[in-house]
C-alpha cells in the first residue's frame, strides 16, 4: 500500500477531525443519495402512481437493505479494524492480506445475498402483511433490481473499508460523490421522463453504484498495481478468521436491529399506510443524527484503532473526549429541528397533510433521543477500535429487543406514539449502559497504572 494517513502522531484534534470530515461529507452525500431517491418517488404522482402507497413501497424495501448493510458490516468493520491496527504497528505487509481477504468476503457474502434476494422476495414481503395491492406491486417493481445488483453495494463498501483502514476518507469521499452526483441525474431521468416509476428509482441507483464501483477499482489498482485483488489464490483462513472475529457481532448486532425493525414496521402497518409513509420520511430526515453519528463513529474506529495498534492509550481516550465535545452541541441543534419545525421538513418530501401530520408527531417525539443516540454512536466506535466489538454489539441487542415488550405496552393506550417512544426509550437505555461500560473500562486500565508504579 502507498498511501496511508497516519494519525498516531500529531494533535489529536486535529487529526480526528481531519480524519472524520471526509468520511462525514461522504456520510452527508450518502443521506442526500437516500433523501434524492425519496424526493423524486414522492413526485410519481405526476407520471399518474400513487405517491404515498410509493414511498411507502420503497420504505418496505429499505428493510431489506438495511439487513444487507448488516451483513456487509461483517467483513467491512473487521477489514477497517484490522488494517487500521496493521497500519499503527507499521506491518504494511499484512495491509495487503486484510485487503484481499476483506473483498473476496465482500464477494462471497454479496453474490449469495443477490441470489436469495431474487429467489425470496415474495417471502419477504409476506412479513409485513401488506393488504394494498398497490403497495405490494410497487415493491415487486423496486425489489428485484435493487437486490438482484446489491453485491455491488458489497464490493464498494470492501474498497471503503481498506481505505478507512489506511485514513484515505478523502478518497472513499470523491468516489462516492461522483456516485451521488450519477444517482442526482438519473433519478428524475429514469423515475419521471421515461416514467418508469419505483422500477426507474432502482434502475438508476444500480447504475450509480456500478459506476461507483468501477471507479473504486481503477483507483485501488491505480494505488496498488501489486496487488491482485479477487484472487482466490489470496486467500487466507487466519486473515478471514481475524476479520469475521471483529465483524461478526456487529454485523449480527446491525441484522438483529433490521428484524427488530421489521417486526415494528408489522405494527406501524396496522395503523395505515399515511403512518407508515409518515414513518419512513421521519426516518430519512432523522438520517441527519444517526448517518452523522454513524460517519464519525467510522473516524472514531480508525483513530483509534491505528492509536491502539500504536499503543497510543492516552490518544484514544482524549479522541473520545475531543468526539464528545463536537458531537454533542450538533445533536442539541438536531434535537431543536425535529422537535420545532418538523411540519417544514416534512413538506420538502410531500404534501399530502394526513402524512405530514403523522410524520410531525413522530419527529416531535424521536427529538429527545437524538444526543443518546450520538453517545451510542460514539461508544461503540471506541470499542470497535480496540477490537471489542462484541461490548456494543451485546448492549445493541439488548437495548433493541426492548422495543418489543415496550411496543406491546405502549401501543395499548398511545396508539402509533407509543412505537415512536418505544424507540426513544431503547435508544436512551443504551446510550446510559455504554457510558457506563466505557467508565469501568478506563477505571480498570487506571487502577492497573497506578498499581504498577507502586510496585516500582
Not at 206 to 234: A, C, D, M, R
Not at 321 to 328: E, F, N, Q, V
Not at 423 to 434: D, E, G, P, R, W
Request: net charge positive; proline share 2%; charged share 10%.
Amino acid at each position: 500500500m502507498k498511501k496511508v494517513y497516519n494519525v498516531t502522531q500529531g494533535p489529536i484534534l486535529e487529526k480526528l477531525v481531519l480524519l472524520a470530515i471526509p468520511i462525514l461529507l461522504t456520510t452527508l452525500s450518502q443521506m442526500a443519495y437516500n433523501l434524492t431517491d425519496i424526493f423524486w418517488i414522492g413526485r410519481v404522482d405526476s407520471i399518474g402512481l400513487s405517491e404515498t402507497s410509493a414511498v411507502a413501497a420503497v420504505g418496505t424495501a429499505s428493510y431489506l437493505t438495511w439487513f444487507c448493510f448488516g451483513v456487509i458490516l461483517i467483513a467491512k468493520i473487521g477489514t477497517s479494524v484490522r488494517v487500521s491496527h496493521a497500519v499503527g504497528r507499521d506491518e504494511l505487509h499484512k495491509v495487503n492480506v486484510y485487503a484481499s481477504n476483506g473483498l473476496l468476503l465482500q464477494a462471497f457474502f454479496g453474490v449469495l445475498f443477490s441470489l436469495l434476494t431474487l429467489i425470496f422476495t415474495k417471502q419477504y414481503l409476506a412479513i409485513f402483511n401488506i393488504e394494498s395491492q398497490t403497495i405490494l406491486n410497487y415493491a415487486m417493481d423496486y425489489i428485484p433490481i435493487i437486490g438482484g445488483f446489491i453485491f455491488v453495494q458489497f464490493l464498494v463498501h470492501g474498497f471503503v473499508a481498506i481505505n478507512e483502514g489506511l485514513g484515505q476518507t478523502k478518497i472513499n469521499l470523491w468516489i462516492l460523490a461522483a456516485g451521488f452526483i450519477f444517482n442526482i441525474i438519473l433519478d428524475p431521468l429514469f423515475i419521471l421522463v421515461f416514467k418508469l416509476g419505483l422500477s426507474g428509482a432502482a434502475i438508476a441507483t444500480v447504475i450509480s453504484q456500478i459506476i461507483t464501483l468501477i471507479i473504486f477499482y481503477i483507483v485501488y489498482k491505480k494505488i496498488n498495481p501489486e496487488v491482485k485483488v479477487f484472487h482466490f489464490k489470496n486467500f487466507n483462513l487466519e486473515a478471514v478468521k481475524k476479520i469475521l472475529k471483529i465483524g461478526i457481532p456487529v454485523g449480527t448486532q446491525s441484522m438483529f436491529f433490521t428484524l427488530i425493525a421489521i417486526y415494528i414496521a408489522r405494527q406501524i402497518y396496522l395503523f395505515g399506510e399515511e403512518v407508515v409513509a409518515a414513518q419512513r420520511i421521519g426516518v430519512q430526515i432523522e438520517q441527519l443524527t444517526w448517518m452523522i453519528a454513524s460517519g464519525f463513529q467510522t473516524a472514531i474506529t480508525v483513530f483509534i484503532g491505528q492509536n491502539f495498534g500504536a499503543k497510543a492509550y492516552d490518544r484514544v481516550r482524549k479522541s473520545v473526549y475531543y468526539a464528545g465535545l463536537i458531537l454533542i452541541p450538533y445533536a442539541l441543534m438536531i434535537t431543536g429541528l425535529l422537535y420545532f419545525i418538523p411540519g417544514s421538513l416534512m413538506r420538502i418530501f410531500l404534501d399530502e397533510f394526513a402524512t405530514i401530520q403523522h410524520g410531525i408527531v413522530y419527529l416531535q417525539i424521536i427529538s429527545m433521543s437524538q444526543v443518546f443516540m450520538i453517545i451510542e454512536g460514539i461508544g461503540t466506535g471506541f470499542f470497535n477500535g480496540i477490537a471489542k466489538s462484541y461490548i456494543p454489539s451485546i448492549i445493541g441487542i439488548v437495548g433493541n429487543s426492548l422495543r418489543i415488550p415496550l411496543v406491546l405496552i405502549l401501543t395499548g393506550e398511545l396508539l402509533e406514539r407509543g412505537i415512536w417512544w418505544s424507540l426513544n426509550i431503547s435508544t436512551i437505555f443504551k446510550a446510559i449502559v455504554i457510558v457506563l461500560v466505557f467508565v469501568y473500562f478506563f477505571t480498570r486500565i487506571e487502577n492497573v497504572k497506578v498499581k504498577k508504579l507502586v510496585l516500582k
